[in-house]
């Protein structure tokens, strides 16, 4: 059913249509939505039979999710940024012992100094916790992923976090197709968990495992993963047949045909890039756009095969390795490799700055020209660094940064004290 | 008196079993047929307190939800020592996440085992004084606050007894640890303020909260049975002496348990809803220095270099407990 | 398991293969160590055996272990200075096991149960001679015949019992009680002949075809000595009057009785005075805590009106009247004259200075050894000449019936084997289960049982008998405060205590088997065992 919807609702609605079992949250902007109308489901009996724990900290919301899982219940929880840095360790762990656990993370920049707004630092940070990690480019693809994440998850065995851009989708009212209970239901079969607590068939989870077994238990991981490969764009299949869409799967290109220079992104930012597109290709440019909807695993043959065709590439990333560049992109050009692609990083929308097509429009241009530096910041204010970065010089003690900043920019009239 | 011994001649309900009792009236532990939860060949040290107490509870438990249990277990020496890969210990479902989140993972547990139905299985979580009243404290206070339905068993030890014998705050003032050293002007650990995690649990209301030792097997089976009995939040506290962590004699693990109630220094109580209902009363009082003497980690309090007056302050500490939770009878508090 | 996750997901109890009894450096091990009751019977009564019967409340089983070393346990329950309870570990803890007592309810329960001896062993056609029906004669045969050999008593007196018929009074041995255990002797086959006085033995024994004999003829000559007295003075000898209560004519001794001696013929002739309405002084030498009586009795003698005058000795005896001689005692502690005399009102002196063998049965035997007017015997209890035996009163050693019933048990049992013609080995001896052996803290705290006592009025005026028994309840609650010293009763602590469930419980009555595969040798189970009955035994490794 078409609804006008916020995107936290939808996804909320998708997730109960899912039947999740035990729901754990604990609130952090801009997740706190889907938690709540979860919550408020819950309470009204619309969803039931089903537990939902507000619990007193990410930590404990991933651990009350382990257990749960672990009992042979589908479990959910969500969360964001530092909520996801919080619960990191059980992050790890629920993904060690291969907990089908769906999350929705909704995709935020991690403090400090503290943010709310929209990047994908927080899920990134976890790239290598062993969960899958799919990211939604749209409202409607945010819920087809969560019923897809569900049946992903329990048929391997392995958790998965559904990533959404914090705010811009979370909190954007747009049409969404609702499914309803039956299509889900010829979906997504109960939960029949690979092994469950049960005093019927006592077994002990969670050993402690030395060098002679370790690696190989860890390779079994990836091996899930691999096997994830395959099994993402089947059940994308599926859905398209039971549903009529065309939702998930590995990656997506647009108009790649002929591109000689593709812009590579995820999330909610490859609308903005599509449309940025579709000018540069009326005025003849031959640019093209490939959007990663598994981050993890990492489709490395089908991000190559659809860049081997082209000359160049920009990777479009809302995340920073510090120190080193791109985080998606050096994945990309890991599959690439061997090819003599040439390959920019984009760095852009840290902490939720906004990404114009104005700024986008430049940046392709100037990447069709390769005119642009490996690692690219994309509307930096070169001015505000500079100067920290000659105060810094100058100055042992040179006062906070960010304060100096909002001073340099006008914003505050206290921190310049330092300067 | 928190059980009601038997009123019986020879051992009474002191000892494990008691051949002249009738079966209702025997110990799990005296039972041929008890579970074993633990199995033989658990790698824990000779004489280990907590393998014991942790057999002696959750035996208790198995028996009286008639073997329908799940553990939920932190990490830590109970851990590490029953599930090293290839071989589990473990009789019962049982699963092991992380050093911090033994509660939190039982409440998911439960809230599972809600949802489909299972009524009839119940959960217990087990950790260390580490896992329980430090890095577990506050998974440990949501569970209790929430009211979940688990029975939290902590096996205190009084330190960090699998990396080494670090101090935890459940480490006495002026014990040896690797991380207090009996070294400068006050050796040992610290006089703080310590750290009552029953009172805490206490503090938050829920229906039961005991404290336990492995030197009264009778008390502490009776308290795990009537804390499965009841729903809800539950947390039994147990102290277990560690001998390689207090340098103490293997064999005298039992015997430091002993003592440590019988000095008043670990006070034997159980609460309900907030409040003590009934203590486990000092039967022959034994002053604080028969209690230290035996374990190394108390060694600088005497000898050459002597400290009596930290002696005499853990005699005082002991004296307030006894004082505080009435640990003594009135006659014999007089005579 | 193959479907579950590698590594991480383990099968249960699965740890059993890892054998952690390669850790030990010591192994415990089960062993019974001596009771320090058993180890001071001189009966050699299983004591602690027993009392894990009465414990359950099997008290024809305690009976029944009991009477395979005592077959008098109503009369032991009754007369027995029990020194098992002065070396009772209990003692240490509150008050000694009042195993006495339990004993005597044992007795009783048999008697008033009509419980009878296991039937003897098949006739093996030896037959031995006993002479002498007091309790060492009585205990020989009772042995002997369960043993399956003939046996024939011949006795002297009119009736069976000895000392504890004609010596020990009534009110302290109800004869019915004597009867019904000497019947139950006779009944295993024992031949009685009474009034049969053995004149000479080896005489007997030829007569009569018997391989061997045992001599328990006791001491009944009691001794005198050197009073001046006038011809009318009444001075009697304290066995013979003890001897003639029993009779039809009760001693003729007047109102004021001056008995002579501090032991406890002493008290118990005083007693019987006080009893048949006589006023007894005793008169003796030394102090109360130097008089060979046992000190229950002259407490029992003081409450019941006897009275006792302390460091005298007679000087003189005439009709009515004799004069004692104040004494003190010397840095020696021996009573010395101090020439201060008094007149005491006597109408009779009891002479109560002990006792001397009568011989005159040995006349002529050879190989014999006589000392200080008793019979030597070797460990075995054989005289000098070959195939006699001889015990109790007549040779060497503490006379008491306790004794005289452990003399009777150990000749019975070397007699056995000299007519087997084998050497009797006694099993070795247990190392004893000292208090310091024990973990006294698992035992409740109880205090001893107090047996009831007669009224005084008829303490003092009739020969009931003075102390009660126990009932089933607190005899039940007396035998359950016996600490099981150094053997196994069960009490399952090993088996709780092991951290490592090395312990196997292998069902009532079948005690535990330690897992050496399993055993870490950590010492709990020792340290924890109220009893002390596992010892840590280091391994050579
Ligand atoms: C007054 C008194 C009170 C006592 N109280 C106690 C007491 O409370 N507790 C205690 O343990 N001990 C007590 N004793 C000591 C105890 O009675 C003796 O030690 C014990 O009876 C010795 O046993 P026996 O079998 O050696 O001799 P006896 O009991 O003296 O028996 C010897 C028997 O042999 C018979 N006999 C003797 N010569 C011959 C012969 N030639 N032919 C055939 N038969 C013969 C005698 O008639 C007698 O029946 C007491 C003794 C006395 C005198
Ligand atoms: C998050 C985390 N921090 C530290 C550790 C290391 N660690 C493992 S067990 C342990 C100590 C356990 O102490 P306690 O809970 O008292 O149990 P014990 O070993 O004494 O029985 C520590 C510090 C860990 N595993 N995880
Ligand atoms: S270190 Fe202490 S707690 Fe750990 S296994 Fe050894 S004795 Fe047990
Ligand atoms: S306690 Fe029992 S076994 Fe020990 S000495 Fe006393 S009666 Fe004998
Ligand atoms: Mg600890």
Redesign the pocket.
């Known amino acids: 059913m078409l609804k006008q919807i916020e995107g936290s609702k939808a996804v909320a609605e998708a997730i109960a249509l899912c039947r999740p079992e035990v729901i754990c949250a604990y609130p952090i902007s801009p997740q706190t939505h889907i938690v709540e109308a979860l919550g408020e489901m819950v309470k009204s009996e619309e969803l039931a039979p089903c537990e939902f724990i507000n619990v007193e900290s990410e930590f404990a919301a991933m651990s009350v999710a382990i257990g749960s899982s672990a009992a042979g219940a589908r479990s959910y929880t969500a969360t964001a940024s530092q909520g996801l840095l919080f619960m990191v360790e059980a992050v790890y762990n629920a993904a060690g012992l291969g907990l089908p656990i769906v999350m929705t993370v909704a995709n935020r920049a991690i403090g400090a100094p503290i943010n709310i707004w929209n990047d994908h630092s927080d899920s990134l940070s976890q790239r290598d916790s062993g969960w899958m990690q799919l990211f939604a480019e749209t409202n409607q693809e945010a819920v087809d992923l969560h019923i897809q994440a569900f049946k992903l998850a329990e048929e391997l065995s392995m958790p998965i976090m559904v990533c959404m851009d914090g705010f811009i989708l979370t909190h954007a009212f747009e049409r969404v197709d609702i499914p309803t209970q039956e299509q889900v239901d010829g979906y997504l079969p109960p939960f029949d968990p690979r092994q469950s607590l049960d005093p019927k068939e006592p077994i002990s989870i969670g050993a402690m495992v030395g060098p002679e077994a370790f690696m190989e238990v860890k390779y079994l991981a990836h091996a899930k993963q691999m096997q994830a490969l395959e099994l993402i764009p089947q059940l994308a299949a599926e859905f398209k047949q039971q549903f009529g869409r065309d939702s998930g799967g590995l990656v997506r290109t647009y108009r790649a045909d002929d591109a000689e220079t593709m812009i590579v992104a995820m999330g909610s930012v490859l609308g903005t890039v599509k449309d940025t597109v579709d000018e540069l290709r009326e005025q003849g440019h031959k640019i093209g756009v490939l959007g990663i909807i598994s981050y993890r695993p990492f489709p490395l043959q089908e991000v190559r095969a659809a860049l081997v065709n082209c000359k160049r590439f920009v990777v479009l990333e809302k995340s920073l390795a510090v120190g080193m560049g791109g985080i998606v992109a050096t994945d990309v050009r890991m599959a690439v490799s061997g090819t003599g692609l040439k390959g920019f990083t984009a760095i852009a929308g840290l902490g939720g700055r906004n990404i114009t097509k104005a700024s986008l429009h430049k940046l392709f241009l100037e990447a069709e020209q390769e005119k642009l530096e490996p690692v690219t910041f994309l509307d930096l204010d070169w001015d505000v660094v500079n100067k920290q970065l000659e105060r810094e010089k100058q100055n042992r003690h040179s006062g906070p940064i960010a304060e100096n900043i909002l001073y340099d920019k006008g914003m505050s009239t206290s921190a310049a004290k330092f300067g | 008196m928190s059980f009601q011994p038997v009123k019986f001649y020879q051992t009474g309900t002191y000892t494990v079993g008691n051949r002249l009792l009738g079966p209702d009236e025997r110990s799990v532990q005296s039972g041929e047929l008890r579970s074993n939860s633990i199995n033989s060949g658990h790698r824990a040290c000779q004489g280990c307190g907590e393998a014991l107490g942790a057999r002696y509870a959750i035996d208790a438990a198995m028996a009286e939800s008639n073997n329908q249990l799940i553990a939920v277990n932190a990490t830590g020496c109970l851990e590490v020592f029953s599930t090293p890969y290839p071989e589990s210990s473990w009789q019962l479902p049982w699963i092991h996440s992380l050093f911090g989140n033994a509660a939190a993972v039982a409440t998911g547990v439960a809230a599972a085992l809600k949802v489909k139905g299972k009524t009839e299985v119940r959960v217990v979580a087990q950790g260390g004084d580490g896992g329980t009243t430090d890095i577990g404290f506050g998974c440990l206070s949501g569970m209790f606050e929430r009211n979940d339905d688990v029975l939290y068993i902590c096996y205190d030890n009084e330190a960090y007894m699998n990396t080494g014998v670090q101090r935890s705050s459940a480490t006495p003032p002026t014990a040896r640890t690797a991380t207090t050293m009996p070294v400068g002007k006050e050796p040992g650990n610290v006089f703080g303020q310590g750290k009552n995690v029953p009172e805490i649990a206490m503090a938050h209301g829920i229906p039961y909260v005991a404290t336990a030792t492995v030197a009264d097997l009778r008390d502490l089976e009776y308290k795990v049975r009537k804390a499965m009995k009841m729903h809800g939040a539950r947390y039994i506290h147990i102290f277990v002496p560690c001998p390689l962590g207090w340098g103490s004699a293997s064999h005298d693990t039992i015997k430091l348990a002993r003592l440590a109630k019988e000095t008043g220094t670990f006070p034997v109580f159980e609460a309900e809803h907030g409040e003590v209902t009934s203590v486990l009363k000092i039967r022959k009082k034994q002053p604080i220095e028969e209690y230290l003497k035996p374990q190394k980690r108390f060694a600088h309090l005497f000898g050459k270099h002597a400290h009596p007056e930290m002696v005499e302050h853990l005699q005082a500490i002991a004296d307030r407990n006894i004082r505080k939770y009435g640990l003594l009878d009135e006659e014999k508090a007089h005579g | 398991m193959a479907n579950k996750p590698f590594a991480i997901t383990l099968k249960p109890g699965t740890s059993l293969a890892n054998l952690t009894g390669s850790w030990r450096s010591a192994r415990p091990v089960y062993l019974n160590r001596l009771p320090p009751c058993n180890n001071a019977c001189p009966a050699g009564e299983n004591i602690q055996g027993w009392l894990f019967h009465a414990e359950s409340g099997d008290y024809e089983q305690a009976w029944r272990v009991l009477v395979r070393d005592n077959p008098l346990p109503a009369v032991m329950g ?4 029990h020194p098992c309870e002065t070396s009772c570990n209990r003692g240490q803890l509150d008050e000694a096991v009042g195993i006495n007592s339990v004993e005597r309810f044992l007795g009783d329960e048999a008697n008033k149960r009509g419980w009878k001896f296991d039937a003897p062993a098949a006739a093996t056609g030896k037959k031995v001679l006993v ?8 205990s020989a045969a009772y042995h002997l015949a369960r043993m399956g050999h003939q046996v024939e008593i ?4 009119p009736l ?10 009534k009110y ?2 109800p004869r019915e009680v004597l009867d019904a255990e000497v019947q139950r002797i006779l009944d295993l086959g024992v031949t009685l002949k009474l009034n ?4 000479h033995i080896e005489q007997s024994m030829k007569d009569g075809g018997f391989d061997a004999a045992f001599l ?5 000559i009691g001794k005198r000595a050197m009073i001046p007295a006038g011809d009318a003075a009444h001075i009697v000898d ?2 013979s009057v ?1 001897r003639s209560m029993e009779g039809e004519d009760k001693p003729m001794l007047g109102r004021k009785v001056v008995v002579y001696g501090g032991g ?2 002493a008290i ?2 005083a007693r019987s005075v006080k009893r048949m309405g006589g006023e007894p002084i005793i008169v003796y030498r030394r102090t109360r805590d130097r008089a060979p009586a046992h000190d229950f009795e002259i407490e029992e003698a003081l409450q019941e009106g006897v009275l006792i005058k302390w460091l005298s000795t007679i000087k003189q005896a005439e009709v009515g009247e004799i004069t004692v001689e104040k004494m003190e005692l010397d840095e020696k502690g021996f009573p010395q004259p101090t020439g201060e005399f008094e007149k005491l009102e006597a109408d009779s002196v009891v002479l ?1 200075l002990g ?1 001397d063998v ?1 011989l ?2 040995l006349e002529g035997v050879s190989g014999l050894e006589i000392k200080d007017g008793t019979v030597q015997v070797a460990p075995n209890m054989m005289t000098g000449h070959d195939g006699i035996f001889a ?4 040779v060497p050693s503490e ?6 019933v452990g ?2 048990k150990k000749a019975a049992r070397n007699i056995d084997a000299w007519l087997r013609d084998i050497t009797y080995a006694p099993e070795p001896k247990h190392e004893i289960a000292t208090f310091d052996k024990l973990n006294p803290w698992y035992y409740s705290d109880a205090d001893k049982t107090v047996r009831p006592m007669l009224d005084m009025i008829r303490r003092q005026t009739s020969f009931d008998e003075v102390q009660g028994g126990l009932d089933e309840t607190n005899a039940l609650f007396e035998a359950r405060r016996c600490l099981s010293c150094g053997n196994c009763f069960e009490c399952d602590n090993c088996y709780g205590v092991c951290p490592d469930n090395a312990v196997i419980k292998l069902g009532p009555g079948k005690g535990f088997e330690f897992n050496y595969d399993y055993c870490k040798g950590c010492g709990i189970c020792e340290a924890e065992c109220p009893c002390g009955s596992i010892k840590m035994v280091p391994e050579d490794i």
């Open positions: 009754r007369v027995c200075y002479v002498g029906a007091g309790p060492s004669g009585l011949q006795e002297a007196g069976a019992g000895g000392m504890m018929r004609f010596g020990i009074p302290r041995l049969t006085k053995v004149e328990a003829v006791g001491a009944h304290a066995v003890l406890n013929t118990d002739v109560a006792q009568d005159s049965l015990g109790g009163d007549m006379r008491t019936v306790t004794v005289g003399h009777g």
